[in-house]
């Protein structure tokens, strides 16, 4: 496997269900993303961790649960979704090199997630 | 809060012309700048990053430009083809703690 690779690729899920998401990079990179993608609007960046520790908070609600248990995967518990929470969830992956201007970001292909 | 504009919104174009995209930011004091495409229902593929000590990179037909202190960048398609068609997106890194910041794209139809 090279680059970031998501799995699954497609998840429907009812509100009371609890699934995962998992994201792994294969690029050496420190630095992992969640994003989510709705319908019409801007990526949305969700969380940030720069070696494994959580360096942002988009004021995501709590039925999203990012966990960091190394550099090369992330996951997204999910829990008690609702239906306007259906979008796909992009991760990404870069350098955390603090003050470097380069951190050039790679994306995986993304988690389309049907809540019903 | 930085905010990304991308003008057009969506353009249509055909086979064989020049066209570029806009790509606007609010808060000149970024880090880089970042071209993507999306094809649909697909993540994220990079483009050209552009330094905010640089002014322009260039990739094969592609060449994107920065002009940090009026907040604006352009990317440059030469002798456009229906395989570029796809959504271009911009996004600016605005700190030292790797926020991104995306703009809504410009969505690119070229025609045969």
């Known amino acids: 496997e090279t680059g970031v690779t998501q799995t699954p690729r497609h998840l429907v899920m009812g509100m009371t269900n609890k699934k995962s998401l998992k994201c792994e990079q294969h690029?050496?990179?420190?630095?992992m993303y969640w994003y989510k993608q709705s319908a019409k609007k801007p990526l949305e960046l969700m969380f940030v961790?720069?070696?494994?520790?959580?360096?942002e908070n988009n004021s995501v609600p709590s039925r999203f649960s990012p966990e960091c248990p190394n550099s090369s995967h992330l996951f997204l518990h999910l829990h008690t979704l609702q239906p306007e929470d259906s979008a796909l969830y992009l991760c990404?992956?870069?350098?955390?090199?603090?003050?470097?201007?380069?951190?050039?970001?790679?994306f995986g292909p993304g988690t389309r997630l049907t809540v019903l | 809060k930085q905010e990304v504009t991308q003008i057009p919104a969506a353009l249509s174009v055909p086979e064989g012309e020049n066209l570029v995209l806009n790509c606007s930011f609010t808060?000149?004091?970024?880090?880089?700048l970042q071209w993507f495409r999306q094809d649909p229902g697909k993540g994220l593929t990079s483009l050209l990053l552009?330094?905010?000590?640089?002014r322009e990179q260039t990739s094969g037909r592609l060449n994107a430009s920065l002009d940090k202190s009026s907040g604006r960048s352009t990317l440059y398609i030469a002798a456009s083809q229906p395989g570029d068609s796809a959504t271009y997106l911009c996004?600016?890194?605005?700190?030292?703690?790797?926020?991104?910041?995306f703009g809504s794209g410009t969505k690119l139809n070229v025609k045969p």
């Open positions: 990404a992956s870069s350098q955390a090199s603090a003050g470097s201007s380069y951190n050039e970001q790679f």
């Open positions: 690029l050496g990179h420190n630095a």
């Open positions: 961790y720069n070696f494994k520790e959580q360096t």
């Open positions: 808060d000149s004091a970024i880090y880089n």
């Open positions: 552009i330094q905010s000590s640089q």
């Open positions: 996004a600016v890194r605005q700190d030292n703690f790797n926020k991104f910041y």
